[in-house]
């Protein structure tokens, strides 16, 4: 097997620049701060980034994947599943790797003390959750629908309502943090963290499909989003150094 060259890293990074945000996005603020401003060399590629160590599986419960029952009483909102597989850039099923899930509440409002959002608390929400994989890359979470909440990026900005995913996958170069958004949600066109991504294919990977086959009648309505690790046809990568 010919080893990777730092050439072959950089055909991965300019095959993604039309898919992955810009390091700068004017229009959204907090990227005119942290954004690079010097040009990044290219590490060659070993084997720790292309074959592991990955997350292992003895911590994680079935339990973990519900975010409504993690306390005694329910959750306000709209109670949801969102389910999909999640593959590689050759679409080949990527079992048992961590899925994390974070999120706002309905009220549009996150359980943690940096958010000062003066919607509503939810005593029996805390919105966060976890599972691994199948054995054919399919996952599955049930939650409450999230609310739209106010960001002061601009005058009157407000986030659509969205679900944050972190991927581990088999390796370093995988890993993968995103959000998923929902289907018709107004609030899209006026997003700059979603408007960030060149590629009108690449927002669409973002947006969730309703999926009535799933739905569990007078329970909870159900939406599908698949999951592809870094490669040509990827989902649009979120920067970890950001929270909203």
Same mark, same amino acid.
């Given at each position: 097997m010919r080893k990777p060259t730092s050439r072959d890293a950089a055909s991965l990074i300019r095959s993604a620049v039309s898919v992955d945000p810009p390091y700068l996005f004017p229009d959204y603020v907090g990227t005119r701060l942290r954004a690079p401003n010097r040009t990044f060399g290219i590490l060659p590629r070993g084997m720790t980034e292309a074959r592991g160590p990955v997350f292992g599986e003895s911590r994680v419960a079935p339990s973990d994947a519900d975010l409504t029952r993690k306390h005694a009483g329910e959750p306000i909102g709209e +109670?949801? $599943?969102v389910a999909g597989r999640v593959t590689d850039s050759a679409g080949r099923p990527v079992a048992s790797t961590l899925i994390e899930a974070w999120q706002a509440n309905a009220a549009g409002r996150y359980a943690h003390e940096a958010d000062h959002h003066p919607a509503p608390l939810d &005593?029996? *929400? =805390? %919105?966060? !959750? +976890? @599972?691994?994989t199948g054995p054919d890359g399919t996952f599955r979470f049930v939650s409450i629908k999230p609310g739209a909440y106010p960001w002061r990026n601009h005058p009157n900005a407000w986030r659509p309502a969205h679900i944050? *995913?972190?991927l581990f996958g088999r390796a370093f170069e995988q890993r993968l943090v995103t959000q998923m958004y929902f289907p018709g949600d107004p609030l899209l066109p006026l997003d700059p963290i979603y408007n960030s991504i060149p590629d009108p294919a690449g927002r669409a990977r973002l947006i969730a499909a309703f999926d009535l086959a799933n739905t569990i009648p007078e329970w909870a309505l159900a939406f599908r *989003?698949? $999951?592809?690790? &870094? %490669? !040509?046809? =990827? @989902?649009p990568f979120e920067s970890p150094d950001h929270d909203d």
């Open positions: +109670r949801i $599943i &005593p029996n *929400f =805390s %919105g966060i !959750g +976890r @599972t691994l944050h *995913f972190s *989003f698949d $999951i592809v690790l &870094p %490669g !040509g046809a =990827s @989902t």
